[in-house]
């Protein structure tokens, strides 16, 4: 079992920046990989990027220039720095960890992007 937390989102302008964090816990070393994640409302669940072990980004063409995904192995932590925000980014963000055998995630994170 793998534990995820959110936080750091909340109701931004338009060009701002938001961090989000995510604290794993539990069967870490089961982790192949960690993402985020968001849908909006009416909408499916979409990802935004992804980092894996081996150190390889990738973001979502929507995002790319603006959203970076770092990782803290020492903290088990994972972020989203979010930069030059826009209305269309207002979702509710999760947290994901990928291992060999499911996927869990995190309650998720409210963002809302005012114009």
């Known amino acids: 079992q793998v534990q995820l937390v959110e936080s750091g989102g909340g109701l931004v302008q338009t060009g701002e920046s938001l961090r989000l964090s995510c604290v794993a816990s539990?069967?870490?070393?089961?982790?192949?990989?960690m993402a985020w994640y968001r849908q909006a409302p009416g909408k499916q669940r979409e990802l935004v990027a992804i980092t894996t072990n081996g150190g390889s980004t990738n973001c979502a063409d929507s995002v790319k220039g603006r959203f970076t995904i770092s990782r803290d192995n020492a903290k088990n932590m994972v972020y989203l720095q979010m930069n030059s925000l826009k209305p269309e980014d207002t979702a509710v963000y999760y947290c994901?960890?990928?291992?060999?055998?499911?996927?869990?995630w995190g309650q998720g994170t409210q963002v809302t992007v005012s114009s």
């Open positions: 539990g069967s870490i070393s089961s982790i192949v990989a």
């Open positions: 994901n960890s990928q291992s060999m055998y499911r996927d869990y």
